[in-house]
């Protein structure tokens, strides 16, 4: 990425800001028309959302609704709900438009996270996440290697895979069966997932942020890569210092050298060609493969387990994947076929949504999905790992249609503009604060997907008052919601109880605050010195 890519105009940072993601609205632009409003009262809905979930610990579903119920007085009352549309339409039109956006986005969300909690259920049903997690205890002797496997690439495997708190609850057990303390052990599996979480579960937390803002999704997840790579070392260095409390060695920044290079390099690459389906998923795959070998190489362990067959059926769903997502992203042939073949809805007041069903990440995983059972013999499995799944989707469906509803009609009512006007005045600072704002929404909320629902329409509208590119500050958000997994209160609980410690919560955060602030403030001062440059 060089300085030019950062201040070129492209067809989404030079959008006019009246342009709001792919409803085609001019997202509460009309409000500079009124009189001011005052900022804290713009900023209620999300106080309240914080207040619920942070100082009285109620779940997303409660504080989302919550807030949703005060935005909309706040609609009624003091913003006008039709300033989206430009006064065009009715509340009830309105209302209708913005309820048919938030079951458009949760829709197609939805069909993300189905297939890869399916996807998760029917590997552990059928055992393959233990032989692949058995297979690479094996490999070393080494305690700090052992966890830069376990910690590092089997956590970014399960995060790219299914996300969703599964490289903690599996990962954190397992070091504490290497003898590793369960408090240091749950650190050690929030650090080492944390560089993937904005491509999780396939993409989620992008591919949600794309949905909702309209910015082209290869353009963030390029950017948002290149941010984790850039800060991925701090991650890294105190993985491997925790992981033993002695100093470290020539030999182990050597070997976390290695496994930042394995990692980020095939991740960087698939970001920029594929997208963020891949990034997390393919780079881990990859990486740990070049790893491995590297590992057999310069340190063999006598007696370690050799792949088998039955490893490779067990990444069949996964290397079907990959191949699926490779070829309809890379090959004309296959893409435009696909990607032509489109559904469509358009509602008075200009609100709109498409859907690609052939070329949406939710098929390419349910098509990885059945071909990977149905090739290794393992149909049967298949619909009790569907109907787990869909045990599993109620209430996150719930929370994200409560928090898309609150981020749509504080958009439509001219709220976001309003938090963004008053941000922009910040002016060449705002940059080194865009990352933390990801954080503050993910250490609220427990989900980068949800921080990035919340904030990435304010991140979007402060960048365009700022005139900084848009692809690169919603990447600053999404990046900031990826590393805010690792103080997440909801994520450390989780994680304590899969160890069976209590009352650790505090010595945990305290472990895992440094990394976060020192990740996110290098993010930001690299922003900051890239926009600085001529």
Same mark, same amino acid.
Request: with cysteine; glycine share 12%.
């Given at each position: 990425?060089?300085?030019?890519?950062?201040?070129?105009?492209?067809?989404?940072?030079?959008?006019?800001?009246?342009?709001?993601?792919?409803?085609?609205?001019?997202?509460?632009?009309?409000?500079?028309?009124?009189?001011?409003?005052?900022?804290?009262?713009?900023?209620?809905?999300?106080?309240?959302?914080?207040?619920?979930?942070?100082?009285?610990?109620?779940?997303?579903?409660?504080?989302?609704?919550?807030?949703?119920?005060?935005?909309?007085?706040?609609?009624?009352?003091?913003?006008?709900?039709?300033?989206?549309?430009?006064?065009?339409?009715?509340?009830?039109?309105?209302?209708?438009?913005?309820?048919?956006?938030?079951?458009?986005?949760?829709?197609?969300?939805?069909?993300?996270?189905?297939?890869?909690?399916?996807?998760?259920?029917?590997?552990?049903?059928?055992?393959?996440?233990?032989?692949?997690?058995?297979?690479?205890?094996?490999?070393?002797?080494?305690?700090?290697?052992?966890?830069?496997?376990?910690?590092?690439?089997?956590?970014?495997?399960?995060?790219?895979?299914?996300?969703?708190?599964?490289?903690?609850?599996?990962?954190?057990?397992?070091?504490?069966?290497?003898?590793?303390?369960?408090?240091?052990?749950?650190?050690?599996?929030?650090?080492?997932?944390?560089?993937?979480?904005?491509?999780?579960?396939?993409?989620?937390?992008?591919?949600?942020?794309?949905?909702?803002?309209?910015?082209?999704?290869?353009?963030?997840?390029?950017? %948002?890569?290149?941010?984790? !790579? $850039?800060?991925?070392?701090? *991650?890294?260095?105190? @993985? =491997?210092? &925790? #992981?033993?409390?002695? +100093?470290?060695?020539?030999?182990?920044?050597?070997?976390?050298?290695?496994?930042?290079?394995?990692?980020?390099?095939?991740?960087?690459?698939?970001?920029?060609?594929?997208?963020?389906?891949?990034?997390?998923?393919?780079?881990?795959?990859?990486?740990?493969?070049?790893?491995?070998?590297?590992?057999?190489?310069?340190?063999?362990?006598?007696? %370690?387990?050799?792949?088998? !067959? $039955?490893?490779?059926?067990? *990444?069949?769903?996964? @290397? =079907?994947? &990959? #191949?699926?997502?490779? +070829?309809?992203?890379?090959?004309?042939?296959?893409?435009?076929?696909?990607?032509?073949?489109?559904?469509?809805?358009?509602?008075?007041?200009?609100?709109?949504?498409?859907?690609?069903?052939?070329?949406?990440?939710?098929?390419?995983?349910?098509?990885?999905?059945?071909?990977?059972?149905?090739?290794?013999?393992?149909?049967?499995?298949?619909?009790?790992?569907?109907?787990? !799944?869909?045990?599993?989707?109620?209430?996150?469906?719930?929370? =994200?249609?409560?928090?898309?509803?609150? +981020?749509?009609?504080?958009?439509?009512?001219?709220?976001?503009?309003?938090?963004?006007?008053?941000?922009?005045?910040?002016?060449?600072?705002?940059?080194?604060?865009?990352?933390?704002?990801?954080?503050?929404?993910?250490?609220?909320?427990?989900?980068?997907?949800?921080?990035?629902?919340?904030?990435?329409?304010?991140?979007?509208?402060?960048?365009?008052?700022?005139?900084?590119?848009?692809?690169?500050?919603?990447?600053?958000?999404?990046?900031?919601?990826?590393?805010?997994?690792?103080?997440?209160?909801?994520?450390?609980?989780?994680?304590?109880?899969?160890?069976?410690?209590?009352?650790?919560?505090?010595?945990?955060?305290?472990?895992?605050?440094?990394?976060?602030?020192?990740?996110?403030?290098?993010?930001?001062?690299?922003?900051?010195?890239?926009?600085?440059?001529?």
């Amino acid at each position: 990425m060089t300085t030019a890519d950062l201040h070129r105009p492209t067809d989404s940072s030079a959008r006019p800001l009246d342009k709001r993601g792919p409803f085609f609205h001019d997202g509460g632009r009309s409000s500079r028309t009124r009189p001011p409003i005052p900022v804290l009262l713009a900023a209620l809905p999300i106080l309240t959302v914080l207040l619920a979930m942070a100082a009285l610990g109620r779940s997303a579903v409660v504080a989302g609704a919550a807030g949703l119920g005060v935005a909309l007085l706040l609609a009624a009352t003091s913003f006008d709900l039709t300033s989206g549309s430009g006064g065009a339409v009715t509340v009830p039109l309105a209302a209708r438009g913005i309820g048919a956006e938030v079951l458009h986005s949760t829709a197609t969300i939805l069909w993300i996270i189905l297939p890869a909690l399916a996807i998760y259920e029917l590997q552990r049903r059928s055992g393959a996440i233990d032989r692949i997690r058995d297979l690479l205890t094996g490999l070393s002797k080494d305690r700090r290697i052992l966890v830069l496997l376990i910690a590092w690439f089997f956590g970014l495997f399960m995060e790219g895979a299914a996300g969703f708190g599964t490289p903690v609850a599996l990962g954190a057990p397992l070091l504490v069966g290497l003898g590793i303390p369960p408090v240091r052990a749950v650190v050690l599996a929030l650090l080492g997932h944390a560089s993937g979480v904005s491509f999780g579960a396939a993409g989620t937390p992008l591919l949600t942020q794309a949905a909702i803002t309209g910015v082209p999704v290869g353009e963030i997840a390029l950017f %948002a890569a290149l941010l984790h !790579a $850039a800060t991925g070392g701090v *991650l890294l260095l105190a @993985l =491997l210092w &925790l #992981a033993d409390g002695r +100093a470290l060695s020539r030999g182990d920044l050597g070997w976390g050298l290695a496994a930042a290079a394995c990692f980020f390099i095939p991740s960087v690459a698939l970001a920029a060609l594929t997208g963020p389906e891949l990034a997390t998923l393919g780079g881990a795959l990859l990486g740990c493969g070049a790893f491995v070998l590297l590992l057999r190489r310069l340190s063999p362990v006598a007696g %370690a387990e050799r792949p088998r !067959a $039955a490893h490779l059926a067990d *990444l069949a769903p996964y @290397l =079907l994947i &990959l #191949a699926l997502v490779l +070829a309809t992203r890379m090959i004309p042939a296959v893409q435009e076929p696909l990607s032509a073949a489109a559904l469509r809805w358009t509602l008075p007041g200009g609100f709109s949504g498409g859907f690609q069903p052939l070329y949406h990440p939710g098929t390419m995983l349910a098509a990885g999905l059945v071909a990977g059972a149905l090739l290794t013999g393992r149909g049967a499995l298949l619909l009790p790992s569907v109907a787990a !799944a869909l045990r599993q989707l109620l209430p996150v469906a719930l929370a =994200l249609v409560i928090m898309l509803a609150l +981020a749509r009609v504080m958009v439509h009512s001219g709220m976001v503009g309003t938090l963004a006007t008053a941000a922009a005045r910040t002016g060449e600072v705002w940059p080194m604060l865009a990352p933390a704002v990801g954080v503050l929404g993910t250490f609220v909320t427990g989900s980068a997907t949800t921080s990035n629902i919340l904030f990435s329409e304010f991140q979007l509208s402060t960048a365009a008052v700022l005139a900084l590119p848009l692809p690169v500050m919603l990447a600053a958000q999404t990046f900031g919601a990826g590393i805010g997994n690792i103080v997440a209160p909801h994520n450390i609980i989780a994680g304590c109880a899969t160890v069976g410690i209590k009352g650790q919560e505090g010595r945990i955060l305290a472990l895992t605050l440094a990394p976060c602030a020192v990740a996110v403030l290098t993010a930001g001062l690299l922003l900051i010195a890239a926009f600085a440059l001529p």
